[in-house]
C-alpha cells in the first residue's frame, strides 16, 4: 500500500564499507530522487532520474552511485562510506506536475 | 543557483493561535513554491503547494501566499492542534515539465502547546 518504499530503515556500518538503500515507488511516476538531510535537518537534493535516465546530478562524491533498473525503482550504492555520510537518505518521486511524494527515510550511521 | 531562507528556525504557540513561517528565494524564474511538513521519524508529506500564476491559495486550515515582487512566500495555519507540531519545510523551483530541482528552505519547528 505504501506509495514510496525505501530499504533499509535504519543502516549502521564501519567506515570504509560499501552500502547499498533500495527504492522502489507504485504510483507510476516518471521521475525518482535520492535527497540528503543532514543532522540539522536541511533538505539537498543528490539525484533525479527521469524514465530510467539521469538528469539531475548535484555536486556529490562520486562514491555515490545511483542505478535505476525501471522508471518504479532507484537505488543508491555508496562505496568506501565516512564518517560525513551520516545522514537521512530520502527516496522520491514525481510526475510532471512537481509534486514530490517521499519515502520515509534511510538513517545512515556510518561508525 | 536558487537560495531559500526561511524563518522562524523555531516556532511555539498555543492551541488555537495562528502561526506564520516566512520563507525568501533569490531565483527571480522560479515558479513553484510547495511547502512540506516533517513528523518525526517520517518522511517530508507535501501540504500545500502554489505557483507562480497565483498570489494566493488556501485549504482548510492552512493557507499560502506568494509575492512575487518582492520574492517571498509565507504558510499560514490558523486554528492549530496538537498534531500541527512538526517540522515545516518551503522549497522552491523551476518546473521543467520532467524533473522539479527543488531548493528547501532550512525549516521551522512549530510546537504547538496545550
Known amino acids: 500500500d505504501t506509495a514510496v518504499s525505501q530499504t533499509p530503515k535504519y543502516l549502521v556500518t564501519q567506515m570504509g564499507n560499501d552500502k547499498s538503500i533500495k527504492c522502489e515507488q507504485n504510483?507510476?511516476?516518471?521521475?525518482m530522487y535520492w535527497y540528503k538531510q543532514d543532522s540539522k535537518k536541511f533538505l539537498k537534493i543528490m539525484f533525479s532520474?527521469?524514465?530510467?535516465?539521469?538528469?539531475i546530478n548535484e555536486t556529490v562524491p562520486n562514491r555515490f552511485s545511483p542505478k535505476s533498473p525501471d522508471k518504479a525503482h532507484l537505488n543508491l550504492h555508496i562505496n568506501s562510506l565516512e564518517l560525513g555520510d551520516s545522514a537521512v537518505y530520502f527516496c522520491a518521486s514525481s510526475q510532471r506536475d512537481s509534486k514530490l511524494f517521499f519515502g520515509s527515510g534511510t538513517q545512515l550511521s556510518v561508525l | 543557483g536558487e537560495n531559500v531562507e526561511q524563518h522562524p528556525s523555531t516556532l511555539s504557540v498555543q492551541e488555537g493561535d495562528s502561526a506564520v513561517i516566512k520563507c525568501t528565494y533569490s531565483?527571480?524564474?522560479?515558479?513553484?513554491f510547495p511547502w512540506y511538513k516533517q513528523e518525526l521519524g517520517k518522511g517530508p508529506q507535501l501540504i500545500i503547494d502554489i505557483r507562480s500564476n497565483v498570489g494566493e491559495k488556501k485549504d482548510q486550515r492552512i493557507a499560502v501566499t506568494l509575492n512575487k515582487t518582492a520574492k517571498h512566500f509565507s504558510l499560514h495555519i490558523t486554528e492549530t492542534q496538537p498534531e500541527d507540531s512538526a517540522v515545516y519545510f518551503c522549497a522552491a523551483s523551476k518546473h521543467t515539465g520532467t524533473a522539479s530541482k527543488l531548493t528547501f528552505g532550512t525549516g521551522t519547528r512549530l510546537q504547538v502547546t496545550l
Open positions: 532520474y527521469n524514465n530510467k535516465e539521469l538528469i
Open positions: 531565483d527571480s524564474a522560479s515558479n513553484y
Open positions: 504510483l507510476g511516476h516518471d521521475t
